[in-house]
């Protein structure tokens, strides 16, 4: 079963930028299809963010697009997320979350139910 384990949240003034890293241990991404990244404000619901699959199809949220990028380095069996611009919006714990099956960009690619593993959550706070 894989584990994984989010790092490169922090605290950054509006405007600045972070890469989030999520590392699969006890497995690898070859074995999971969709990976996804999902962030969770104080008092909100958990919020898709953006989507990458096997054949490298990219989905993003209307919020993020055109500031975030996703990504998977297969030979170093590691999740992306590169936030540029950031607002004071983006501040929430992300996720990152891994399932076999394939979501090809439908409705459910950005859905939390869809995945069935997590990461323990990495915070990012942006400073106005």
């Known amino acids: 079963q894989v584990r994984l384990v989010e790092s490169g949240g922090g605290s950054v003034q509006a405007g600045g930028s972070l890469r989030l890293s999520c590392e699969a241990s006890?497995?690898?991404?070859?074995?999971?299809?969709?990976t996804a990244w999902f962030r969770q404000a104080p008092g909100k619901e958990r919020e898709g963010v953006a989507y990458?699959?096997?054949?490298?199809?990219?989905i993003y949220a209307p919020s993020v697009k055109g500031r975030f990028t996703i990504s998977r380095d297969k030979a170093k069996n590691t999740l992306y997320l590169q936030m540029n611009s950031l607002i004071p919006e983006d501040t929430a714990l992300y996720y990152c979350?891994?399932?076999?099956?394939?979501?090809?960009?439908?409705?459910?690619?950005?859905?939390?139910?869809?995945?069935?593993?997590w990461g323990q959550g990495t915070q990012v706070t942006v400073s106005s």
């Open positions: 006890g497995g690898d991404y070859t074995n999971y299809w969709s």
């Open positions: 979350a891994a399932d076999s099956r394939s979501y090809s960009g439908s409705w459910q690619s950005l859905r939390a139910e869809s995945y069935e593993y």
């Open positions: 990458t699959d096997a054949d490298d199809l990219k």
